[in-house]
């Protein structure tokens, strides 16, 4: 009789045990945006104009002084890193870095605190994070530069259709068509935004990079003087499309 019990029981625990089987359902990939805070510069004051009461005196010959010819700032990579084509690692890949290659920084981006350098190995230019890099040299007398994403390459589909905007509170949610591409192009799209979130306003770029995700949801409150907006791109191997303006709702 406790034979029969105890093979019961096993039968009871072997038939409630979890199948070997079972699949565990993956989870889907977490996007990631590249966000900076922007700050406000309020215009600049000038100065009261003194007077101005000419006098007259011997002038001295002018000294003329030297001055050394400008040299940019230059760089040596300290780790293996990506170089872009912006300002953000949401832009697409332009070159693999390694520990030791050289260059020098030719401007700083807008919004970011990214490096637009001419590297000694390439015969063009891309961005690099400031982290990647050791640098010679003061970079903020540089000037201010622009991603120009339609000198890259020449995109073959065009931009997305059907671009449209919806909010649902604080939340705005991009939705447009699928640009059909090879899988061999496909680098999905690329959105560049500006929000507003706890008064901030805030450069946002993302990178979506299959074709069919077609959707996009980004916080966007009430509080900045400046109204939302952002563009869509096409994106495939060889470059971006013009830019689709997104018809940002009102908060």
Not at 16 to 44: F, K
Not at 154 to 175: C, F, H, K, L
Not at 177 to 195: H, K, L, P, S
């Amino acid at each position: 009789m406790k034979k029969k019990i105890l093979l019961f029981l096993v039968f009871l625990l072997t038939a409630c045990a979890p199948s070997a089987s079972a699949e565990t359902p993956t989870p889907a990939p977490t996007l990631t945006p590249q966000i900076v805070y922007i700050t406000a510069t309020p215009e600049p004051t000038l100065p009261t104009t003194p007077t101005f009461t000419p006098t007259i005196t011997n002038t001295p010959e002018p000294t003329i002084t030297l001055t050394p010819e400008f040299t940019f700032p230059t760089v040596t990579v300290n780790k293996q890193a990506h170089c872009r084509y912006g300002p953000s690692a949401a832009y697409l890949h332009a070159a693999d870095l390694y520990a030791g290659d050289v260059g020098s920084v030719r401007g700083t981006a807008l919004y970011s605190k990214w490096l637009y350098i001419k590297f000694d190995k390439l015969n063009y230019f891309c961005w690099v994070a400031p982290s990647v890099v050791d640098v010679v040299g003061d970079v903020s007398t540089l000037k201010k530069v622009e991603p120009n994403l339609q000198s890259i390459g020449s995109n073959m589909y065009g931009p997305p259709q059907n671009v449209q905007a919806t909010r649902n509170g604080d939340e705005v949610t991009i939705t447009w068509n699928q640009v059909d591409m090879t899988d061999d192009d496909d680098r999905g799209y690329f959105i560049e935004a500006f929000v507003c979130q706890n008064t901030f306003f805030i450069w946002w770029t993302a990178d979506l990079p299959e074709q069919d995700m077609t959707s996009y949801t980004v916080k966007d409150e009430k509080g900045c003087s400046t109204p939302s907006y952002g563009k869509l791109y096409t994106v495939e191997k060889h470059g971006y499309s013009e830019p689709v303006d997104i018809p940002w709702p009102k908060p």
